[in-house]
């Protein structure tokens, strides 16, 4: 069938992209969906940091590849095999593919799903396919999603259900800034009741994590951002103190507000300092967990005898530790019950053709969560 697809040729385009203009409105061809596979129809599509260094070359990916991770759709059609959708089925994507039988799969860790990380790196499906051509080339899918699309092919093991009565715009949110930001504060930080959290980075994904960290009940919330304007924000949303990392007495000044340090820091803006700085405000037997996607070539010191004398915890957490399949209806059913108001996040909807201003507007750090709403 045909379809509508985002393509970028190539990465590093100069900005702004308004007028650089890196990714092109194409007209593609969609083959049948496979063994395993579904053809879904797209409903909503949100603008993430991970898309942006795609184009900006920080993560760098095969080209010509069609963009999107993060959303929502309902599906179309089915292919061979399939028995857990059926066209009509309301879905959200998530950007591992898992394929259930790895041993990270059989440990209860889908996100680190070895085959779903090999197919992403390689622009293939799961079953390392490619359903795209534009003019007759083949093109490379985006972690199995391909999502700033009208349709797209993907593994059935890249969607979970979602009931009906969820809205599509929000529930394209639950698919990476929700699993990764919560996720990360929920699963990957073990946050308790009446414990100190700090958000260091206050994206889309940080916001959400600072939802999370509201719904789990923290006494004490710190928000760190070098925006004035998202640390106000990040107040309106439900931080207790919010504090711009550059201050000198940054540092000091967290560790007063918590008697020595939060327990829980996590850094979300995918910067080696900012990772520094949440480890330096993290407590003596606290955690820090990081989720952000720095530069390959980044490099983070610490003074090694901290993590035993103080007795430290650093961790990554990749799609917020989640369990797709049960967390995404979990954080749906928050989000209805107004315990996750992730609508609040949505800053911007726009059309598909608008794409590269939604791009130099996240670039420019003046945006929140976007969402291309097909």
């Not at 496979?34 to 920080?58: F, Q, R, T, W």
């Not at 998530?94 to 085959?115: K, M, N, Y």
């Not at 969607?159 to 919560?182: E, S």
Request: charged share 20%; glycine share 12%; proline share 6%.
């Amino acid at each position: 069938m045909k379809a509508q697809v985002t393509l970028l040729r190539e990465m590093g385009a100069a900005r702004p992209y308004t007028e650089s203009r890196p990714l092109e409105i194409v007209e593609a061809t969609l083959e049948d969906p496979g063994p395993g596979e579904l053809l879904v129809k797209m409903a909503a599509a949100g603008l993430c940091h991970s898309d942006l260094s795609v184009i900006n070359g920080d993560r760098p990916r095969d080209t010509p590849i069609a963009l999107g991770h993060e959303a929502s759709g309902v599906v179309e059609a089915v292919g061979p095999g399939v028995t857990r959708f059926a066209p009509g089925d309301h879905v959200v994507m998530v950007f591992i593919a898992s394929c259930g039988h790895c041993v990270p799969c059989a440990e209860g860790r889908p996100a680190l799903c070895e085959p779903g990380a090999k197919a992403g790196a390689a622009g293939t499906l799961l079953g390392g396919e490619r359903r795209i051509k534009v003019d007759g080339a083949t093109v490379n899918h985006h972690v199995g999603v391909s999502a700033f699309s009208t349709h797209a092919v993907m593994s059935e093991n890249s969607c979970v259900k979602i009931d009906r009565d969820i809205p599509l715009d929000r529930a394209a949110l639950l698919g990476c800034a929700v699993l990764t930001g919560v996720g990360a504060v929920m699963n990957s930080g073990h946050l308790r009741m009446g414990e100190s959290c700090a958000i260091v980075g206050l994206g889309g994904v940080g916001l959400a994590a600072l939802l999370g960290a509201v719904a789990a009940g923290a006494e004490t919330i710190v928000a760190a951002d070098l925006a004035e304007d998202k640390r106000a924000f990040a107040k309106d949303l439900g931080a207790t103190h919010v504090i711009d990392p550059r201050d000198p007495d940054a540092v000091a000044e967290v560790k007063a507000w918590t008697e020595g340090g939060v327990n829980l820091a996590v850094e979300l803006a995918g910067a080696a300092p900012a990772l520094k700085f949440a480890y330096d405000i993290t407590r003596r037997g606290g955690a820090t967990v990081t989720a952000g996607l720095p530069n390959p070539e980044a490099k983070l010191e610490l003074p090694a005898v901290s993590l035993t004398a103080e007795e430290r915890t650093l961790k990554g957490s990749y799609v917020g530790s989640c369990v797709p399949v049960r967390d995404i209806p979990r954080f749906a059913r928050m989000m209805q019950q107004g315990k996750l108001p992730i609508e609040r996040l949505m800053t911007h909807r726009i059309a598909l053709e608008d794409i590269n201003e939604g791009f130099e507007r996240l670039a420019a750090g003046q945006a929140i969560r976007q969402v291309v709403v097909f």
